[in-house]
């Protein structure tokens, strides 16, 4: 007998490019709601990690905002959502300088819809996370372009190479 969900088990990152994008309300770091229809006529650069302030998330995070102006220029906006508190993603802003939106998935609810929140495996212990997964929106709310089981380290400019062509 599994500790997890069959829908825990079984669920996995579905969509694919051209699939309309879930849509979703979250609160931002300070605690104003959000929504993905918010941004309609802009690219949405969704990106779903696992904490504030660990080492992975933390580099992913700063080469994101590093590139934001580059993004702003590109028609784009930058989305983090993690399952971390409105007063956590406050913290990891201030503590990294951050300058992009971070949304708070606290009943994980968001990340289940885009089929990120799954059983992972860590040094034999099976717990349920957020599998680092990046999805690119277009203007109109489809999906371009999913990236998945994303290493942290250069994403940031894959992305946006991706997005400028």
Request: charged letters at 30%; glycine letters at 8%; proline letters at 2%.
């Given at each position: 007998?599994?500790?997890?969900?069959?829908?825990?088990?079984?669920?996995?990152?579905?969509?694919?490019?051209?699939?309309?994008?879930?849509n979703?309300?979250?609160?931002?770091?300070?605690?104003?709601?959000?929504?993905?229809?918010?941004?309609?006529?802009?690219?949405?650069?969704?990106?779903?990690?696992?904490?504030?302030?660990?080492?992975?998330?933390?580099?992913?995070?700063?080469?994101?905002?590093g590139?934001?102006?580059e993004?702003?220029?590109?028609?784009?906006?930058?989305?983090?959502?993690?399952?971390?508190?409105?007063?956590?993603?406050?913290?990891f802003?201030?503590?990294?300088?951050?300058?992009?939106?971070?949304l708070?998935?606290?009943?994980?609810?968001?990340?289940?819809?885009?089929?990120v929140?799954?059983?992972?495996?860590?040094?034999?212990?099976?717990?349920?996370?957020?599998?680092?997964?990046?999805?690119?929106?277009?203007?109109?709310?489809?999906?371009?372009?999913?990236?998945?089981?994303?290493?942290?380290?250069d994403?940031?400019v894959?992305?946006?190479?991706?997005?400028?062509?």
């Amino acid at each position: 007998m599994s500790e997890f969900s069959k829908a825990d088990l079984e669920r996995k990152v579905t969509l694919k490019a051209g699939d309309i994008a879930p849509n979703f309300e979250l609160e931002n770091q300070d605690g104003v709601k959000v929504s993905l229809k918010d941004f309609v006529g802009k690219n949405v650069v969704l990106y779903f990690y696992p904490k504030d302030n660990t080492p992975g998330c933390t580099t992913e995070a700063c080469e994101f905002s590093g590139l934001y102006d580059e993004f702003i220029k590109n028609d784009s906006v930058i989305i983090g959502v993690s399952p971390d508190s409105v007063k956590s993603h406050a913290n990891f802003i201030t503590k990294q300088s951050l300058k992009h939106i971070l949304l708070a998935d606290t009943d994980k609810e968001v990340a289940k819809s885009y089929g990120v929140w799954q059983v992972k495996k860590n040094y034999g212990k099976e717990y349920l996370g957020i599998v680092r997964t990046t999805f690119v929106i277009d203007k109109t709310g489809k999906i371009a372009k999913v990236y998945k089981s994303v290493k942290a380290k250069d994403h940031a400019v894959k992305v946006l190479g991706d997005l400028v062509g």
